[in-house]
C-alpha cells in the first residue's frame, strides 16, 4: 500500500544563478508556447503570427525605430516600479503617476515655453513632469511609511483620480490644457522650445538615451552606494535594519517618492517627444500597468529593465501591425504580455523555494 504524500515548498537559502537567468527566458518561452496553442485552437497559425510580429517590430528599420521609441516611456515606468519593489513596497499606481507627469510636463511648457531657449525648457519640462509623478504619490508614501497603511491599495485608487484627472483637464470647456481651437477636445500644444526633434523621419527621439543612462544609474545607485545599501537591508529584514540604525521610515518615503518621480518622468517624456500636449487616449495605453509587468520580468534588475522593455515594445509594436497586415486579432500581443507575468511570477515562486514530496505517515490504532 503506497503512503499518501504532500507537497511542501522549502524557502532556498540562496538560490542558484542559472534559475536567476533561467526563469525569465522560460517565462517567455512558455507564454509563446500557450499562446500558440491559443491560436491553433482559434484557427491562426503561430509560425505565421510570430514571424510577422518579430518582422514588423525588429526585422525592419521602421519597426525596430518604432519598438525603440515605445520603450522609451516603458523604460521610465518599469525602473518606477522595480525601484519601490526593490525594498519590497509596491507602487502599483505607475500609471496615474504617469498622468500627472504630462499634466506636469504639459503645464511648464505651456507656460514657460515663450519664454525660455530649448536648452533650459526641455530640462525644466522633465523636472516638472517628475515632480507632478512624486506629487501624486506623496500621500500614499507619507501613510505608507507613518501609519503602515498599503501603498497597494492608495496607489492603485489614486491612479483612477488621475484618469479622471486627464478628462476633466482635456473635456472641460476653457480649461487651460485644452486647445481652444479646435473643435473636438484636444490638447493645447506646448511651445517649439519645449519639444525635441526625433531622429530623421522616425517616431524615436533623443529621450531613449536619457531612459537608458537612468536605469543604469539606478543600478548603480542599488548596488554602490550607501541609499543602496539601506534599501537592501530594509528589504532583507526590517528588523536588522532598525537595529542598525537605519531609519526605515524615511527611507521607505524616499523610496516611493523617488518611484512617483521616475513613473512622471515618462509622462514629461512623452511631452517633449511624441505628443507635445496632453493626450487624453494615454488613459487606454496602460504604459504605467505595462511597467509592473516589465519590472517581473526582469526581476527587478534596474539593467535588465531596458532590455525587458524592449522585448514589451516589441510585442506591441508587432501585436498592433498584425491586423494591418493579416487578420490576427490585434490583442494577441496584450495576450502574451499578460502570459509572460504570468509565467515570470511563477517562476518566481520556483526561483525562491524548492519543492518537495514527503510521505505521510498513518498511524493506525
Known sequence: MRLPVRIVFEQRGEAPKRLSALVPLVSVLAALFFGAIFLLTTGYSPWDTYSNMVSDSFASSRGLTDTLALSTVLICTGIAAAFAFQMNVYNIGGEGQLYLGLI?????????????????????????????????????????????????????????????????????????FRNPNTSFPQGRLVAASAKLSPFGDTRLYPTILLSIVIAIVLYWMIKRTEFGYRINVIADSPKAAHYAGINAKRTTMSVMLISGALAGLGGALLIVGPYGKIEPSIVNLGYGYAGIVIAALARNNLAAIVVSAILFSGLRVGGEKLQISTDTPIHIGVMLQGAILLFALGGEAFRRYRIRLVRIQVVTS
Open 104 to 176: 506636469g510636463g504639459a503645464w511648464a511648457g505651456i507656460t514657460l515655453g515663450d519664454h525660455l531657449p530649448s536648452l533650459i525648457m526641455v530640462p525644466l519640462v522633465l523636472i516638472f513632469g517628475a515632480l507632478g509623478g512624486a506629487a501624486w504619490i506623496f500621500v500614499p508614501a507619507f501613510v505608507r511609511s507613518r501609519l503602515g497603511t498599503s501603498e497597494i491599495v492608495s496607489t492603485l485608487l489614486l491612479t483612477y483620480v488621475a484618469s479622471s484627472l486627464i478628462d476633466y483637464v482635456i473635456y472641460t470647456p476653457g480649461s487651460f
